[in-house]
């Protein structure tokens, strides 16, 4: 059993920059997949980034490539999300997930999942 805690979310101007963490609990969190998802209201869950149990490989959603960063501590159980040049539709809950399979967190099939964290960027 993994329990996922999201927080750092907030308000933010355009252009601007936050830093979600995502703590997991567990004593096995070096061996999962980890993932972003963030929901904006009315709309479906989408991906936003992923990252392999050993940090080695992310994957990115095309919206955020080159102005966010998914990076992950297994020394501190912990997997980050690093957030650049916010835009106002960049607003939505963000929800980490956590899986064993790579493929499966990143196609939002992650076993476990975070109660997200509200983002919300001003123009």
């Known amino acids: 059993q993994v329990q996922l805690v999201e927080s750092g979310g907030g308000l933010v101007q355009a252009g601007g920059s936050l830093r979600l963490s995502c703590a997991a609990s567990?004593?096995?969190?070096?061996?999962?997949?980890m993932g972003w998802f963030r929901q904006a209201p009315g709309k479906e869950r989408r991906s936003v980034a992923s990252?392999?149990?050993?940090?080695?490989?992310?994957y990115y959603a095309d919206s955020v490539k080159g102005r966010f960063t998914i990076s992950r501590d297994n020394a501190k159980n912990t997997v980050y999300l690093q957030m650049h040049s916010l835009k106002p539709e960049d607003t939505a809950v963000y929800y980490c997930?956590?899986?064993?399979?790579?493929?499966?967190?990143?196609?939002?099939?992650?076993?476990?999942w975070g109660q997200g964290t509200q983002v919300t960027v001003s123009s």
């Open positions: 997930a956590a899986d064993r399979l790579l493929p499966r967190v990143a196609s939002g099939l992650g076993d476990y």
């Open positions: 567990g004593r096995t969190f070096s061996s999962y997949a």
């Open positions: 990252i392999s149990w050993s940090g080695t490989n992310t």
